[in-house]
């Protein structure tokens, strides 16, 4: 990571306040492009709260946010994810009654057609370009075994799986992640992160949300601290795995 | 997860540049040349079974009416208690234009076409901002007050008020009166043709959004679509069905009755669809002709109680086959099957090879990882 690179999301003083409680207070964040940057923080720290913000799901009170180069905020969530971004969620959200297929046929059609397209006059049958192209991402992540069953009938780990190819076939420039690896075996995280760390390779940057600190240090290149919506610490993983304010309101009883 | 490598990736999106599957397929023109079979004979077979002709004429216009439905309830899962709306503008509208513009049926049908796009739109717009219960209440409440409309003494003189709207001509196509078998074939054809749209519609992208919208619209929204305008394109197009259904009831009755935009019959249509099986299409076509069929010939050999034999089916349908009439077919082959392959091989059914393969590499790997 050089200095030279451009940053390709910038936070700058974004609040939240969910009633009385301050969710996010002034949180800034500056993510390189091409860079794995992890966020990390005790339960209720804000690090869902501060993706949500990103994506237009949940809308920040102040502050702004520019994503290469153009300001975000307040745009409609299908027109921010449309500008090249991707959200895995903390609970896999996929299509349950469609097949692993369609469900990310879909977010290939959404790459190739926009946010709208009247297409009636093409039959997604298999064979259909965007069928086979769904079926090498469904490969990739390693759910090649039964395509057309129903999404409803994976595990909750593959259901991550198929959530990451259905973000994966949206090609997109920034891939949002929330603990994807939180319910899959060991030899699955780490196959899971030898993905993230090649789609890296490629050119893709990652936000990176993790309670394992053994993905967090073998992921990431730099990493963002919260506590209470604060951000408490940031840096190259070394230094913030030595930063006292961090172990005190951390890693202290996690780190091993 | 260990075929994630370098050259598993790299070797992706290279079969993305194979063709485009024909639109229609030998199967697909099996299933319409069948349907386009039986509905043709209608007027015949109805007879056979106790009908009669002109009951083949109604089926056929609910058909159209319940198959649109299914365009929206069964693709985006979206209950509409208000399609009576629809229906009976597009009754009105047409009605209006042949007593007092034209009396031949294209144009009708084009001024109401027209008119009821604009309807769809607006209702669309004010109802689909909210889903499940509310989007039903919404919709119902505005078909309320379209019926509060047309019976109002300010437009009583047009609409005719609770008489309904009366002194029609009958209506001409190319000159000639349309009497009998020709309403019939006429109303045939947008049937077959709404049929042949809705299959192709299930099978496009846009109709793989749509039932993506019924599954989980917030992941499509956050997958970068734009989930109101699609919902609104089903809705619309849903309506218009709807819409054509009412103007042809017009030329099977030169007459609009005040019940065409009343809650009942979009009631009628919910039904219909319920009983008939939701989001199979061909499901609430069997459903009108079932309903249609029990009001007008087995009504007559129940006598006074038939509601109340065709309320407690409803009840047995919705508790016991909640996929409807196409759910009962399904059941019946499946277990049919289950015998034939049980007697043939007579063991039990196996899992499906792939998961059996899949099982397999999963232990695979774990021993070797435990190695």
């Not at chain 1, 009938?153 to 973000?167: F, M, Y």
């Not at chain 2, 004979?41 to 079974?49: A, F, G, Q, R």
């Not at chain 2, 919709?139 to 109002?152: D, K, N, R, V």
Request: with cysteine; net charge neutral.
């Amino acid at each position: 990571m050089t200095a030279m690179k451009t940053p390709i999301l910038e936070v700058r003083g974004v609040s939240k306040s969910f009633g009385g409680l301050r969710a996010l207070n002034d949180v800034n964040l500056t993510v390189q492009e091409g860079s794995i940057h992890a966020i990390i923080g005790p339960n209720g720290a804000g690090k869902s709260t501060l993706l949500n913000v990103l994506i237009g799901l949940i809308e920040a009170d102040e502050g702004t946010i520019t994503y290469a180069g153009e300001r975000i905020r307040g745009l409609s969530p299908h027109t921010i994810i449309q500008k090249g971004i991707a959200r895995v969620f903390q609970t896999p959200q996929i299509f349950p009654g469609l097949t692993l297929v369609e469900n990310v046929a879909i977010a290939a059609l959404a790459k190739r057609d926009g946010q709208f397209g009247l297409r009636i006059l093409e039959s997604l049958r298999p064979g259909h370009p965007v069928m086979a192209e769904a079926e090498e991402h469904l490969v990739d992540v390693g759910l090649a075994g039964h395509l057309r069953s129903e999404a409803q009938h994976l595990s909750r780990g593959d259901k991550r799986r198929l959530e990451l190819a259905l973000c994966l076939a949206a090609r997109p420039r920034l891939l949002l992640l929330d603990e994807p690896t939180a319910g899959m075996s060991r030899h699955d995280t780490n196959s899971t992160i030898e993905l993230l760390k090649h789609l890296s390779r490629k050119g893709m940057t990652k936000i990176v949300i993790e309670h394992d600190m053994h993905v967090v240090f073998s992921l990431s290149e730099r990493i963002t601290v919260l506590a209470q919506g604060t951000v408490i610490a940031e840096g190259a993983p070394q230094e913030v795995r030595g930063n006292p304010r961090v172990q005190e309101a951390y890693l202290g009883g996690a780190h091993t | 997860m260990s075929n994630i490598t370098e050259a598993g990736l790299a070797t992706g999106y290279a079969r993305a540049a194979s063709r485009q599957p024909a639109l229609v397929t030998g199967t697909d023109l099996l299933v319409i040349g069948a349907f386009v079979l039986v509905v043709l004979t209608m007027p015949w077979w109805l007879v056979l079974i106790a009908g009669y002709e002109a009951l083949a004429t109604k089926i056929v216009i609910w058909a159209i009416f319940a198959l649109g439905f299914d365009i929206l309830l069964g693709f985006t899962g979206y209950l509409s208690f208000g399609h009576a709306a629809f229906f009976g503008s597009a009754a009105y509208i047409t009605g209006l234009s042949l007593k007092h513009l034209t009396s031949d049926i294209v144009p009708a049908m084009a001024i109401s076409f027209a008119g009821l796009f604009v309807i769809a739109l607006v209702i669309g717009v004010l109802t689909l901002r909210r889903s499940g219960i509310y989007f039903s209440i919404l919709t119902l409440a505005f078909a309320e007050m379209a019926h509060a409309l047309i019976l109002s003494s300010t437009l009583q003189a047009w609409t005719g008020g609770d008489n309904g709207l009366t002194g029609l001509p009958t209506p001409t196509l190319l000159g000639s009166p349309m009497r009998g078998l020709t309403v019939f074939y006429f109303a045939s054809a947008f049937l077959v043709a709404g049929f042949i749209a809705a299959l192709v519609i299930r099978r496009s992208p846009f109709g793989l959004m749509l039932r993506a919208i019924k599954e989980n619209p917030m992941r499509l929204e956050y997958t970068g679509v734009n989930v109101f305008a699609y919902k609104m394109s089903a809705f619309v197009i849903s309506a218009m069905y709807a819409g054509i259904a009412g103007s042809l009831t017009v030329i099977y009755e030169p007459y609009v009755a005040t019940e065409y935009i009343y809650w009942s019959t979009s009631g009628e249509v919910v039904i219909m669809s319920v009983i008939g099986g939701v989001g199979t299409l061909i499901g609430p076509i069997l459903g009108a002709g079932f309903m249609l069929y029990f009001e007008n010939v087995i009504q007559g050999f129940i006598g006074e109680q038939w509601k109340l034999v065709l309320g407690l089916i409803f009840v047995f349908m919705v508790i016991f086959l909640p996929g409807g009439f196409v759910d009962l077919a399904r059941q019946i082959w499946r277990s049919l099957g289950h015998r034939i392959r049980a007697r043939r091989y007579n063991v039990p059914d196996m899992a499906p090879e792939a998961d059996e393969d899949r099982l397999r590499r999963r232990l695979d790997r774990e021993e070797a990882e435990a190695r």
